[in-house]
Every structure is written in C-alpha cells, then in structure tokens.
C-alpha cells in the first residue's frame, strides 16, 4: 500500500469521477448527467453524509470535477499550490470517523456539509498526502492519444501508462499495426 486506504479511496473516487466527462469517458461524453448517475457513483465508492439531490448539487460537482481535472497531473510544486488554495478558503472541521464497516479514517469536514465541499476537501486531503509523500508522478492522464482520462498508478514499479485494458489493447494493436505496415518487405536475410 502506498498510502493509507482512505487516502487511496478518495483518490480512486476522483478519477472515478473525472473520468466521467466528455473525452474521457469510456463513451467520450459527458456521463455525469443526472442526479441518479451521480448518486450511483457516490454509492459505487461508499460516499456517505448529505445528499442534496437536486440539480445545483450536479452543477457544484461538475466544478469539482473540472477542477480535479486541472490538477491532475501537475507537478509537486503547483499542485500543492493548488492544494493550499482549496485549504485556504475551506471552512475545515477534520476529525477521526468509524462507519459503514470502515476502521477509523480521517474526514476533512461534517457530514452535513454540502456534498461538492466535502468531495473537494477530502480530495485536497488526499492529495496532501500524495505531495507530503513525494507521489505525484502517480496522479497520470492515460497515454492513448484519443483518450483524456486520468489514472492512479498505485503498481510497485510505477508502470500504468493507460487509464484501462481497453485503452492499452487499442495503443498495442496500432503500434503493432505500424510496425507490420512499414516492416513490410523487410524481414530476416537468409
């Protein structure tokens, strides 16, 4: 583990997240279109406290995950300025919670705060100890050329180039394409 779970867990939801936008989604559009898809996403990763529900709550959330997407990837230096920034203008209660069957972690504000400023601040904890860690090259956009999806490389030796198996069959089979189209007359000399 390179971090602690609640800490992974926060940063699998916000690529969760991000990646349900328009060119980055499986489909290329925008998949956070309704109150329900976001519930389903919010229960998917086992967010609990207050649900809005309503459509200024989805507004609020495409702003967190716009921002989320413009810090991903950032190196050290800017992304804990982005941080800081979030932390800055946060009302923060942190404390120590157990619930749901999860041991004690950390929660960056109350459950009753609105759902888009407990998603932004847990995400800023989260990235705190991404950059206290020196972790960052970790936060990644895939590498497919038509994909803008992110990804957390949590693998021992730091070697996800692609946000999933689909993305990294496709970059294979085109490589392996190129190769074959401009190997063509060329081969082993006997």
């Not at 309503?54 to 716009?66: F, P």
């Not at 920034?85 to 999860?102: C, F, Q, S, Y």
């Not at 090259?137 to 949590?154: G, K, P, Q, S």
Request: charged content about 35%.
């Amino acid at each position: 583990m390179h971090f602690a779970y609640d800490t992974e867990d926060v940063l699998e939801f916000d690529v969760a997240l991000v990646n349900t936008g328009p060119g980055a989604s499986r489909s290329g559009e925008e998949e956070l279109t309704t109150r329900d898809r976001l519930r389903e996403l919010l229960d998917e990763h086992g967010w609990t406290g207050r649900f809005d529900r309503n459509d200024q709550e989805l507004a609020e959330v495409l702003e967190v995950r716009r921002d989320l997407r413009q810090v991903w990837g950032l190196e050290r230096d800017a992304l804990a300025e982005a941080v800081n920034a979030v932390l800055d203008t946060a009302e923060l209660a942190p404390h120590l919670a157990r619930h749901d069957g999860k041991d004690w972690h950390l929660h960056a504000s109350p459950s009753d705060a609105p759902l888009a400023t407990r998603l932004r601040l847990e995400s800023a904890f989260a990235l705190v100890d991404v950059i206290r860690a020196d972790e960052t090259d970790r936060l990644r956009v895939c590498e497919a050329e038509d994909c803008e999806a992110v990804l957390l490389d949590l693998s021992r030796n730091r070697s996800k180039r692609f946000c999933g198996q689909r993305c990294a069959n496709r970059t294979n089979m085109t490589a392996y394409r190129r190769r074959r189209a401009g190997g063509s007359g060329q081969g082993m000399s006997r």
